[in-house]
């Protein structure tokens, strides 16, 4: 080619590039090609779940967590920051390591409770006895004695550990409905086995702190999730002696040496810190809009987990549709018209408490909000999108939706107008407080019994592939919700009568943030 073409192509270059604006059609194609090329998927998910772990309010880890998020949006040239909403009682779990040493040596497969107290140093080495069969209070007060110096057995001893649906695959149908009706009548005999004692597991003065003061040396449970080897960890209840939670494998053990009389004793290790009260934080995320920076489009996840396993499900996965998704729009999209704003909440296992919080500090952004789009149940792909009852959100939903490529959108069912959600999660605290939030709502990939609140919600529960469609229809939606030329309408659709008793529906109203939790 001779020299002097040269200027000329570079000038049709400009003209083409100037000329030919780019498209809706091309910023989404861009989309789906960074998604799919250079997912950063793997790597956070690495950061997140394995090198900082679970995120339970008030932890070191959470704070960590907060920290690590802002670093990346940094590195991404995405302006973030910690906001604190409040403050929450601070812990940090260490070791727990349980034996059983009597009538034989084993490990045992368990761990302690949130917010558990710990052991002594060396540990502790006691006998396990069986929540007693009392007839009243004043048998169990009689008895009280007998836990000085042991472990308590606080849960029923389940039947199975295989989960229903193996049942109905192998059992004849006369022995599923047999186990069936024999663990109903378990269960409503353990549940009276514990009123009988005149106090509840819940709340102040429960029967945990009783027994504490009694002098028992811990407490031991087993929350079966209804799947092979898969327990939820919640909160201890204790205040002075550990509580630890044991595989239902391990406390069946446990249960039937004890009722058998060979006095199983365990040597428990268990470490925490109690750390005091602690600032907490939402981390927000923000790429100012260039048109219309008052008006805003939010991508929403909570951050925070329990800590029986690293909250890879829940609610990792939706932390990291956002982060994502954010960080390919600053790529694709650096001057959206509308200001994207991401809020990674805190605390949503403990009532919504950072959502709300920035609910109540931000009235300039739920009411100049275009849309705002939460995920949180669990990896999998999208499967529904309802209007949440606002009139008018097919219109636009249904606009945006138009963009999503076919093998995404077509997996999704939508409901129109629907109804408003309750308190499921964050984006409930911008519908009740009249906002268009909405949620992005996934196949269930067995969440409710392996997962969610598990000490199996780790890393390799994620389903990458479908994490990443998520990410891809999110970023396709806030692209064009901040696109539209028109402001989303929030005109409510009167709501259904509830068919299950017959009563008119109402929209949800503002809850108040819990903003000092956990310290009593
Ligand atoms: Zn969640």
């Not at 009249?434 to 996934?442: D, E, R």
Request: glycine share 10%; net charge neutral.
């Amino acid at each position: 080619m001779k020299t002097f073409y040269k200027p000329f192509l570079f000038l049709l270059t400009l003209v083409v590039s100037v000329g030919h604006a780019q498209t809706a059609d091309d910023v989404v194609k861009s989309i789906v090609k960074e998604a799919n090329e250079n997912s950063q998927l793997e790597i956070l998910a690495h950061e997140l779940m394995d090198v900082i772990g679970p995120r339970l309010v008030g932890t070191p880890q959470m704070k960590q967590a907060n920290d690590w998020a802002v670093a990346k949006y940094q590195g991404w040239g995405i302006t973030a920051r910690n906001e604190q909403w409040g403050e929450w009682r601070g812990w940090e779990r260490g070791i727990t390591h349980i034996d059983l040493v009597e009538p034989r040596v084993r490990t045992l497969e368990g761990m302690m409770l949130a917010w558990s107290p710990g052991t002594p140093k060396k540990g502790v080495t006691a006998e396990c006895v069986i929540l007693p069969d009392v007839a009243n209070a004043e048998e169990f007060k009689a008895w009280l004695p007998n836990a000085k110096g042991k472990f308590v057995l606080l849960s029923m001893n389940q039947p199975t550990g295989r989960p229903d649906y193996n049942w109905e695959e192998f059992a004849t149908d006369e022995s599923f409905k047999k186990m069936r009706d024999e663990r109903n009548a378990m269960n409503r005999a353990w549940r009276q086995r514990i009123r009988n004692t005149g106090h509840s597991t819940r709340g102040a003065n429960s029967l945990q702190q009783v027994l504490e003061d009694a002098g028992a040396v811990g407490i031991i449970q087993s929350n079966w999730s209804r799947g092979f080897g898969v327990n939820k960890i919640f909160g201890a209840n204790t205040k002075k002696v550990p509580t630890v939670d044991l595989s239902l494998e391990d406390y069946g053990l446990l249960y039937r040496l004890a009722e058998h009389g060979s006095k199983p004793q365990i040597r428990l290790k268990a470490e925490s810190k109690d750390l005091g009260p602690q600032p907490t934080y939402n981390t927000i995320a923000e790429i100012k809009g260039s048109e219309k920076p008052n008006e805003y489009v939010m991508l929403s996840a909570h951050f925070d987990s329990w800590d029986g396993g690293t909250g890879a499900t829940d609610n990792g996965t939706g932390t990291l549709v956002m982060m994502e998704a954010l960080r390919i729009l600053k790529k694709i999209y650096p001057n959206p018209k509308r200001t994207i704003l991401v809020g990674h909440w805190g605390s949503e296992e403990q009532g919504l408490n950072g959502s709300r919080a920035f609910v109540e500090d931000h009235p300039e952004v739920v009411d100049n909000l275009q849309a705002l789009f939460n995920q949180d149940n669990g990896t999998g792909r999208v499967v529904r999108l309802s209007g949440q009852g606002f009139l008018h959100a097919y219109d636009y939903l249904g606009r945006w939706m138009e963009k999503v490529p076919r093998n995404i959108s077509s997996q999704i069912e939508t409901t129109f107008p629907g109804t408003p959600g309750g308190g499921g999660s964050d984006y409930a605290a911008f519908v009740a407080a009249g906002a268009p939030g909405f949620s992005l709502s996934s196949l269930n990939w067995s969440y409710f019994s392996y997962t969610w609140h598990t000490n199996r919600d780790t890393y390799d529960k994620i389903v990458f592939d479908d994490v990443r469609n998520n990410a891809i229809l999110t970023a396709i939606l806030v692209y064009m919700a901040s696109e539209d030329p028109e402001t989303t309408s929030r005109e409510r659709s009167v709501l259904p009568v509830n068919p299950r008793n017959g009563q008119q529906r109402t929209w949800p109203t503002p809850r108040k943030a819990n903003r000092k939790g956990g310290m009593n």
